[in-house]
C-alpha cells in the first residue's frame, strides 16, 4: 500500500514536470527572440556625372518586438559593381553613417554598439562613392551590409542584401518587333529591376509608350518575385532535417535538388505539408505510375523557386521564390494602366505556364505566342513582352510603336 502512494506520488510529480517543461518551452517559442531586421530603405543616385557617381541609401533598423531591448553592436556595408566593361578603371569606396535619434555619428564612421528599444527604430545612411571611367558601361550595384543582433537569443550575425540599377534604357525607344503565328511581339528592354520597383509603374514608364487598345502585357514571373523582394541569399538560410534529407530525391537540374532550395520551399508551406506531398508523390508514382505528384501537393511555389544561377547577376546568387498574389498585380496594371496583362513562367523547353491572366486572355493564345520563350533566359533583360494578336496588328511592323496616349491608353 505505501508503495503504490509513493509510486502514484512520483508519477504525479513527474506529470508535474512535465507539464510545467512543457508550458516553459511553449512560453519559450512564443517569444520573439532578437526579432530587429533592417529594411531596403530608399536609393538615390545623387550625383550623376562621367567621371563620378554618388548613390546614398537610407535604410532603417526595426525593433519588431514591443518590449525586448535589441541591440546592434556592429554593422558594416560593402559594394560590387556590375559593368558591361572592365572595372580596371574605376574605383568605389562604401561608408556607413549612423543616423540614430539620440546620439550623433563619430567622425571616423566607427558603428558604436546601439540599443534599439521595443518597437523603436533608428536609422543609417550608406554612402557609395564611384569614381574614373567607364561609367556609361556600368549597369548596376550590389550592396550588402553585414550587421549583428545582440539578445534574448545571443549573437546573431545578419545581412541585407540591396540592387540598385545604374543604366536606364532610353524609354519610348524604336525597338524591333518579331513575328509569331498568333501575334506579334516586342520583348522590352528595362533597367534591372529591385525591390524598389513597383510593377504598376515599371508598365507605365517601360511599355505603355510602346503599346495599343488590344495588346497584351506578359511579365515573368522571376522578375516580378524581385520586385516584391522575395529572394534569398543562401547564406541566411538555415536547413533542416527534411531539407537535408528529401533534396537528394529530386533531378539534379531541380531547384529542389539543394537543401538550401529545398528548405526555402519547407520556410514557405512547412516541413509537415513537404513531407505529406513527398510520400504523396512516391505512393501515387509507385502505384499509378502518376508523375509531378509531389508538385501537386506541395503547392504552385515547388514548381516557382528558382535556385542560384536561375536567373541573370547579382540574382544568380539567390534563391528567388515565386510572386506572391500575382492575380491582384495583373488586376492593378488593368486598371491603372489599361492594359490586359498576365504573368508567366516560360523556359527554353516551350513550356510556358500561366499564374495569372487578365479576365477573357485566352490561355491557349499566350501559350503559341510565348512558346519560343521571347524574354530569353540569359542576360537579355527584357522581363516584359508586349503581345499583339494578328487580328490587330497593322500592315507595316514598324508603325506598331507609337505612343500610349495616342492609342487610348491611361498615361499617368
Not at 216 to 242: C, D, N, Y
Not at 367 to 386: F, K, S
Not at 397 to 405: D, P, T, Y
Request: proline share 7%; net charge neutral; with cysteine.
Amino acid at each position: 500500500m505505501v508503495l503504490k502512494i509513493i509510486v502514484g506520488i512520483g508519477l504525479g510529480v513527474g506529470a508535474l514536470l512535465v507539464a510545467a517543461m512543457g508550458a516553459f518551452e511553449w512560453q519559450y517559442r512564443r517569444r520573439s527572440g532578437n526579432a530587429l531586421h533592417l529594411t531596403n530603405g530608399t536609393w538615390e543616385l545623387e550625383t550623376h556625372t562621367p567621371w563620378h557617381y554618388r548613390l546614398v541609401g537610407e535604410m532603417e533598423l526595426v525593433n519588431q518586438t514591443r518590449s525586448l531591448e535589441i541591440m546592434v553592436p556592429e554593422l558594416q556595408a560593402k559594394t560590387k559593381l556590375f559593368s558591361q566593361q572592365s572595372l580596371a578603371g574605376v574605383q568605389w569606396h562604401t561608408r556607413v553613417i549612423p543616423a540614430h535619434p539620440d546620439v550623433s555619428a563619430r567622425a571616423d564612421d566607427y558603428w558604436f554598439a546601439y540599443i534599439v528599444k521595443g518597437a523603436k527604430t533608428t536609422g543609417l545612411k550608406v554612402i557609395v562613392e564611384i569614381q574614373g571611367s567607364p561609367h556609361s558601361a556600368l549597369q548596376s550595384a550590389w550592396i550588402w551590409v553585414d550587421y549583428v543582433t545582440y539578445g534574448p537569443q545571443g549573437r546573431i550575425p545578419k545581412t541585407r542584401h540591396v540592387v540598385v540599377p545604374l543604366q536606364f534604357p532610353k524609354v519610348g525607344q524604336a525597338l524591333l518587333w518579331r513575328r509569331s503565328e498568333p501575334a506579334e511581339i516586342l520583348p522590352i528592354p528595362t533597367h534591372l529591376l529591385t525591390a524598389q520597383d513597383d510593377p504598376v509603374a515599371i508598365v507605365h514608364r517601360y511599355v505603355a509608350p510602346h503599346a495599343q487598345p488590344g495588346d497584351v502585357g506578359t511579365i515573368g514571373e522571376t522578375p516580378l518575385a524581385i520586385m516584391q523582394g522575395r529572394f534569398r541569399h543562401p547564406s541566411e538560410i538555415k536547413p533542416g532535417w527534411v531539407a537535408r534529407r528529401l533534396c537528394y530525391f529530386f533531378m539534379p537540374l531541380s531547384s529542389l535538388a539543394t537543401a538550401c532550395g529545398m528548405q526555402a520551399l519547407v520556410d514557405i508551406v512547412g516541413s509537415m505539408r513537404v513531407l505529406f506531398a513527398f510520400g504523396g508523390g512516391a505512393l501515387a508514382r509507385w502505384l499509378f505510375r502518376h508523375r509531378g505528384g509531389f508538385y501537386q501537393l506541395a503547392g504552385e511555389q515547388a514548381r516557382l523557386i528558382d535556385d542560384v544561377t536561375g536567373t541573370l547577376p547579382p540574382y544568380d546568387q539567390f534563391i528567388v521564390l515565386g510572386p506572391e498574389q500575382p492575380q491582384q498585380v495583373v488586376a492593378r496594371i488593368q486598371q491603372e494602366v489599361g492594359l490586359a496583362c498576365a504573368i508567366v513562367d516560360v523556359n527554353d523547353l516551350k513550356a510556358v505556364k500561366v499564374l495569372a491572366a487578365s479576365e477573357g486572355l485566352s490561355t491557349e493564345f499566350l501559350t503559341e505566342a510565348l512558346r519560343l520563350n521571347p524574354a530569353g533566359n540569359a542576360d537579355e533583360q527584357t522581363p516584359i513582352v508586349l503581345l499583339r494578336p494578328k487580328s490587330t496588328a497593322p500592315a507595316s511592323v514598324h508603325a506598331l510603336v507609337g505612343s500610349a496616349s495616342e492609342n487610348g491608353l491611361v498615361q499617368k
